[in-house]
């Protein structure tokens, strides 16, 4: 079975902090993925990496950089915390042959006070 | 802009049936995909359709008609579990996925 870690479930953090979010796999797919998921809006897309030191911007980047150095793993990181960051953040992992099937952490729930 | 639509809420009972719907409208379009998410869990991938038909497995299908973008979950013998967060997505090129909002399935013994 594939597994999604993530580093924490929950998070509390104050604004203007820089925030860390590790996501690590243990599948040895190439795609990894982080979304964030409100109520009311689904899962929204912020950034995703198809390989090692390459990333793509999702739908909604701002606010948000990522670091993928080694395959399994990829952070999400928040330079400055403000409170409209305050939400659940998904990481998922993908086969590139089958790349519509992603596989979820458990998420991380961030407040950002 | 891209957008998919799914009902919010659907409730049923116990050895049902059930039909969630999908109606999509994005720029580009390589499937289809359906993930079941309960409280405070992960989603989960449920199926997947490129062509147009139904996709059985188990007591889960999915439907899908390109031509009028739009797709279904059905799901049979509903059981207390089928209680959950169903969210359709499309693959819309490459490795971008858009997710519909999500429909909260109620079960009723």
């Known amino acids: 079975d594939v597994k999604v870690t993530q580093s924490s479930r929950y998070l509390v953090k104050r604004t203007g902090e820089k925030v860390f979010l590790e996501c690590v796999q243990d599948?040895?797919?190439?795609?990894m993925f982080w979304y964030r998921q409100d109520p009311g809006l689904g899962l929204r897309l912020i950034y995703f990496?198809?390989?090692?030191?390459?990333?793509e911007k999702g739908d909604i980047p701002e606010g948000y950089s990522v670091s993928r150095e080694k395959k399994e793993r990829f952070s999400l990181i928040l330079e400055s915390a403000s409170t409209n960051q305050t939400s659940m953040y998904l990481c998922?992992?993908?086969?590139?042959?089958?790349?519509?099937?992603?596989?979820f952490g458990p998420g991380t729930r961030l407040t950002v006070l | 802009g891209q957008s998919l639509e799914q009902p919010s809420e659907v409730t049923a009972v116990e050895g049902a049936i059930v039909q969630i719907n999908c109606t999509y409208q994005?720029?580009?379009?390589?499937?289809l995909s359906w993930y079941q998410q309960h409280d405070g869990g992960a989603p989960t991938f449920l199926s997947y359709?490129?062509?147009?038909g139904l996709e059985e497995t188990g007591r889960f299908s999915s439907f899908l008609s390109r031509s009028d973008s739009y797709g279904y979950l059905l799901l049979q013998e509903l059981q207390m579990k089928d209680s959950a967060s169903y969210f359709c997505?499309?693959?819309?090129?490459?490795?971008?996925?858009?997710f519909g909002a999500g429909t909260r399935l109620f079960v009723k013994a």
């Open positions: 990496s198809y390989d090692v030191k390459m990333k």
């Open positions: 599948m040895d797919h190439e795609n």
């Open positions: 998922a992992s993908s086969l590139t042959t089958d790349r519509d099937t992603q596989y």
């Open positions: 359709n490129a062509l147009d």
């Open positions: 997505a499309v693959n819309t090129g490459g490795f971008k996925t858009i």
């Open positions: 994005t720029s580009g379009f390589y499937g």
